[in-house]
C-alpha cells in the first residue's frame, strides 16, 4: 500500500468523476488533497467526505488565475508534491459544423489547461523524487476518432507537452506522464451517450454498444482504475516512469 502522508496533491476538475476518484483515493492513502475547479459547490461536496481533503475555486485558463489558487492551496495544505491535470472538455462535431471559437475552447481547457495547471504547480512544487506532474488524457491522444477532431487533437498535445517536459524537468526528480483511458464511465461518458442517441435515433442501448465496441474487453473503464494507476505513479514503482503515455484502453489501440 502507498504511504502519502505528508504530501499535497491537486487534483483538477474534482467535482466528479474520475477527479473525485483519484482526490479520494489520494487521501485515503494519507496525502493531503486540493481539490480544485470552477464550481465550488461540487468540490465541496468532495471535500465533505474526507477531512483531508480542501476545496479551492480555480479556472484552469486562467494562467495567472491558476497561480493564485495554487498559491491559495499552499496556505492551506502546505507546499505542493503531487499535481494532477484531470479538467476537460469533451464535444463532438464534424468538420463542416466545427467553428474556430469551439475548437479554441476545447483546446484552450483540454491542452492550455494542463499547462497551466503544470506550471503553476511546478512554481511551487517540491522538486525531487516525489514530485509528480500527471495529466489525465485519453486514449484520443493516442489516436484519431471521427467527428471529435478538436478533442484529439487537445489530447495529442497534451502527451506532448508531457514528453518535453519529462526531459526538461528529468534532472530536478519530478516525473511527467500522462494517464490514457478508454471511454470511462463518469458523467462526461452519459453525455456523450445521450448525443449520439439525440443525433442518431439510437437507443440507449445501441449508443454505449457503439462505444464498448472500441474496447476489445468491452467494458467502460471505470474511474477507480484511474485512480489506482495515478497513486502507482505517485508511490516509489514510479521514481523512474517519466515521459509516458499509459493507455487505460481495455486493450485498445
Not at 480544485?36 to 495567472?64: H, N, Q, W, Y
Not at 497551466?116 to 484520443?140: D, H, K, M, V, W
Not at 456523450?192 to 442517441?197: R, V
Request: glycine content about 12%; overall charge negative.
Amino acid at each position: 500500500m502507498e504511504d502519502l502522508f505528508g504530501r499535497h496533491a491537486i487534483v483538477t476538475g474534482a467535482g466528479s468523476g474520475v477527479g473525485e476518484a483519484i482526490a479520494l483515493e489520494l487521501a485515503a492513502k494519507g496525502a493531503r488533497v486540493t481539490v480544485m475547479g470552477r464550481r465550488l459547490e461540487p468540490l465541496e461536496a468532495v471535500a465533505a467526505k474526507s477531512d483531508r481533503i480542501v476545496a479551492v475555486s480555480a479556472d484552469v485558463t486562467d494562467g495567472d488565475g491558476m497561480m493564485r489558487s495554487v498559491e491559495a492551496a499552499c496556505a492551506k495544505n502546505g507546499a505542493v508534491d503531487i499535481v494532477v491535470a484531470n479538467a476537460g472538455v469533451a464535444e463532438s462535431a464534424p468538420l463542416k459544423t466545427l467553428t474556430e471559437d469551439k475548437f479554441r475552447d476545447i483546446i484552450d481547457v483540454n491542452l492550455t489547461g494542463v499547462f497551466n495547471t503544470f506550471r503553476a504547480g511546478f512554481e511551487y512544487l517540491n522538486q525531487g523524487p516525489n514530485g509528480r506532474l500527471i495529466a489525465i488524457a485519453s486514449i484520443a491522444g493516442l489516436r484519431g476518432y471521427p467527428y471529435i477532431s478538436a478533442y484529439c487533437a487537445s489530447k495529442h498535445g497534451v502527451i506532448g507537452l508531457v514528453k518535453s517536459l519529462a526531459v526538461e524537468l528529468a534532472t530536478t526528480g519530478v516525473t511527467v506522464n500522462a494517464i490514457c483511458p478508454g471511454y470511462t464511465d463518469t458523467p462526461m461518458l452519459t453525455r456523450t451517450i445521450d448525443t449520439i442517441m439525440d443525433k442518431t435515433g439510437r437507443s440507449r442501448d445501441q449508443a454505449e454498444e457503439s462505444l464498448l465496441k472500441m474496447n476489445p474487453q468491452r467494458r467502460f473503464i471505470q474511474p477507480s482504475e484511474i485512480a489506482a494507476t495515478t497513486l502507482w505513479m505517485c508511490g516509489p514503482g514510479g521514481a523512474s516512469v517519466t515521459g509516458q503515455a499509459i493507455a487505460l484502453s481495455g486493450g485498445e489501440t
